[in-house]
């Protein structure tokens, strides 16, 4: 398996779901799973975690890995392609200060890649670097290993996956979380689009987290429907305690990127126009991003700065502890693959407001729904929810009987299924 985001290092859906259905596979699948930063805080029975943060000279081919190396810090072009899959040409101009040369020892090597891997930011300065040299790591240390299918989760690992099954004839099952055409917009065709279509294409299987993200692999990308299966994410069994806060006004949680694709523009209305019938509210915004400045500056030119609070990233622990108090979930996402938030919420015995437009509206039958761009529906919501206690009570305890079914072990009973598929046909 391959991953990118997994706990404690996250910052986003991603991570969580990678964790959960590592967790509930392992009881009938052996994983080795391959993520670029390791801690023991990340361990699991029964799971090999490999971390390139920790990886030894022992398990690699240092010799060819010091080309690699030499070629991100010692020329002018560095390429950032995978061989034949041409999927990133990126030119970077060496620093104005020249530096003295690198002496690729293989202790020097090895110290560079776990230097690498060890930022705190799974993303970090430049990603595609990193995608570049995951790809290369995880192909040779997947040479020493038995297994019998590649299970790659999103983008930043498909090139790991396709250069893995070209190695070694083995069966890639990719693991749609999100699609370029939602981060970036349906008309997007870039280098990391070109990525995704190519290991679409090339692949055995193709896991969807939503009947909606299938639909937009069909529709963006041509792909087969009959290769397609979807398999929504899940939770982690629980009853979460409510906690009382001081605040005297009601409070409305957005949880996510501060990006378009979240919808944070809609956001922006909704808390416009419930403010005008329901002054005695606060919206919480949980999230950064490079929408995070237009909403400062429009809340406070619009004279709704005393409505909102910005609060930033927050822990997983934060997370639990803000909707523990909340009364209303509100994800008006443009294009939401999923959205475990929603989930969440639920445990957390709060009623939410989706956009149509998400993963977690179709199986979250009793949360109030609307198109993302219908911020009158939203407000008219959201306003029922704080202003009528026994709706929102009903809501509240229907959304969190659904969760009964949406397990990660019911996700990893359809993963499993579709192994088998693959392992006989």
Do not use: C
Not at 67 to 72: A, G, P, R, S, V
Not at 218 to 231: C, Q
Not at 377 to 386: F, G, P, V
Request: proline letters at 4%; glycine letters at 6%; hydrophobic letters at 40%.
């Amino acid at each position: 398996m391959l991953g990118w985001e997994f706990p404690p290092l996250f910052s986003g859906g991603l991570g969580v779901a990678t964790y959960g259905m590592v967790k509930a596979l392992r009881h009938n699948v052996e994983i080795k799973l391959i993520i670029p930063s390791y801690s023991a805080s990340s361990s699991l029975p029964n799971v090999n975690i490999v971390g390139l943060n920790s990886i030894t000279a022992h398990e690699l081919d240092v010799e060819r890995l010091k080309f690699n190396l030499e070629d991100l810090t010692e020329v002018h072009r560095i390429p950032l392609s995978v061989s034949p899959y041409h999927f990133i040409n990126e030119k970077i101009e060496k620093s104005r200060h020249k530096e003295e040369a690198v002496n690729f020892t293989s202790e020097r090597t090895m110290e560079m890649i776990n230097q690498i891997f060890s930022d705190s930011n799974v993303y970090g300065y430049n990603v595609m670097h990193k995608v570049y040299l995951y790809t290369q790591l995880a192909d040779q240390i997947a040479r020493n290993m038995d297994f019998d299918i590649v299970h790659a989760h999103d983008w930043i690992t498909f090139a790991a996956g396709i250069k893995i099954r070209q190695n070694t004839g083995k069966p890639l099952v990719l693991h749609v979380h999100s699609l370029e055409t939602d981060r970036a917009g349906e008309s997007t065709r870039n280098a990391i689009y070109d990525l995704e279509m190519e290991a679409l294409l090339l692949a055995d299987r193709v896991f969807s987290v939503s009947q909606f993200t299938k639909d937009q692999i069909i529709k963006h990308y041509g792909i087969d429907p009959s290769k397609i299966h979807v398999v929504h994410n899940g939770i982690d069994p629980g009853d979460m305690p409510r906690k009382p806060h001081k605040l005297r006004d009601k409070l409305v949680v957005f949880l996510g990127r501060l990006t378009h694709q979240k919808g944070p523009e809609f956001l922006l209305e909704t808390a416009e126009k419930v403010s005008k019938v329901y002054p005695r509210v606060k919206f919480v915004v949980a999230g950064t991003g490079d929408q995070l400045a237009h909403i400062l500056e429009t809340s406070a030119y619009k004279k709704l700065g005393s409505k909102f609070i910005f609060a930033g990233f927050l822990s997983k622990a934060k997370v639990d502890e803000l909707l523990s108090m909340a009364d209303v979930y509100f994800m008006p996402s443009v294009s939401e693959p999923f959205g475990i938030t929603a989930l969440e919420a639920a445990q957390h015995h709060v009623p939410s407001v989706l956009s149509s437009q998400s993963g977690a509206a179709e199986v979250m039958k009793a949360s109030l729904k609307a198109d993302f761009w219908d911020t009158d529906k939203y407000a008219n919501y959201i306003y029922a929810l704080l202003n009528y206690a026994t709706l929102n009570q009903q809501l509240t305890e229907s959304a969190k009987a659904e969760l009964d079914g949406l397990t990660w072990d019911h996700t990893a009973e359809k993963i499993f299924n579709v192994y088998q598929q693959v392992l006989t046909s």
